[in-house]
């Protein structure tokens, strides 16, 4: 079984900086995309940030020059937010594109993590 797990939701105050770690595990063949995901209660879920296997990036414009999407390895994703806004509090998803065989793919999703901006 495919599991993305993140980590280090919690607690900011405004202007400060937390960052997201999603590690995949079980029977992966490839990995095409992978990135993070947030949703606030009685909203859609929006785009935050991906990365692409070969290192390509894509931002929402609202978080581009304060949030910055790197990978650790082939089946890890690191987000780094910076300079963190009261509206940026939401439950962050972790998002993969994979392969679990060559005739297989689809999206997967972690089960999400809290970041809260507040004094």
């Known amino acids: 079984q495919v599991q993305l797990v993140e980590s280090g939701g919690g607690l900011v105050q405004p202007g400060g900086s937390a960052r997201l770690s999603c590690a995949a595990s079980?029977?992966?063949?490839?990995?095409?995309?992978m990135g993070w995901y947030r949703q606030v209660p009685g909203k859609q879920r929006e785009l935050v940030a991906l990365?692409?296997?070969?290192?390509?990036t894509d931002y929402s414009d609202s978080m581009k020059g304060r949030f910055t999407i790197s990978r650790d390895d082939a089946k890890n994703t690191v987000l780094q937010m910076n300079s963190l806004k009261p509206e940026d509090t939401a439950v962050y998803f972790c998002y993969a594109d994979l392969s679990e065989s060559m005739l297989s793919r689809g999206d997967y999703w972690g089960k999400g993590t809290l970041v809260t901006v507040s004094s």
């Open positions: 990365i692409s296997r070969g290192g390509n």
């Open positions: 079980g029977s992966i063949y490839m990995i095409y995309d």
